[in-house]
């Protein structure tokens, strides 16, 4: 049974229960996927009625779309190591951006909740909220890219600040893409074991991110925008 909701009468008590929210969400992660996650169920594990979790956040996706930008930071102060230690910055710049490549898509994997956050980004947590909460999930986005090319360039100078945007940008998307395709239901599972044709379709998210990171990062390497045609 939901306690009687106490208004929280100061800054601090206003911040501690939109924490509390958070955390309750990011639990129901680690228990099931994006699309399972209610409003009501969060609402029951919050100890709070639905209409006053609707007084911290306007919507289940604005709620989402949160914990997406903390994950996202999450992983990118991490991530500097990562990449340190992956790249010899010494070798040939192919070598550097498959070295980056893997690491982008190894740290990924690891991170499953942050990967299915990504991949329901657009379709489904941009909508059913405000103007303000997309515009502050967009800029917040775009601080996250900024500071992923910033780290790419680190390990791959060959890249203009711009190219590096564009490839931050399109990992992101990238990512999103192919944890879906990756996460099969179980009638999809089903019909590439009794179709060994069908096998070639299963695709293994870190291997494939790797390769599709890596040609992202040889194309731009190879002919970056400067010189594009007009």
Known sequence: MTAPFQRARSDEQRALRRTAILDTAAVMLTEMPVAR???????????????????YFESREAVLLELLDTGSREWLRQLGDTLTAAVDNDASAGERGDRVAAALAT????????????????????????PRVAAEHKRAALRNAAALARQVREH???????????????AVMVTGAVWSHAQPSA??????????????????????????????LAGLLTRPSSAAPE
């Open 156 to 170: 791959l100078r060959e890249l203009s600040e711009d190219d590096a945007m564009r490839f931050a940008t399109a």
């Open 187 to 216: 009638a999809m599972l089903a019909a590439y074991e009794a179709d060994a044709s069908l096998a070639s379709l299963r695709l293994d998210f870190t291997a494939t991110l790797r390769q599709l990171l890596g040609t992202l």
């Open 107 to 130: 740290s990924l994997g690891a991170r499953p909740v942050l990967c299915d956050l990504i991949s329901a980004q657009a379709a489904v947590l941009e909508h059913n909220v405000s």
């Open 37 to 55: 996650v209610s409003l009501n169920e969060l609402s029951r594990r919050a100890g709070l009625a639905k209409s006053n979790v609707l007084r």
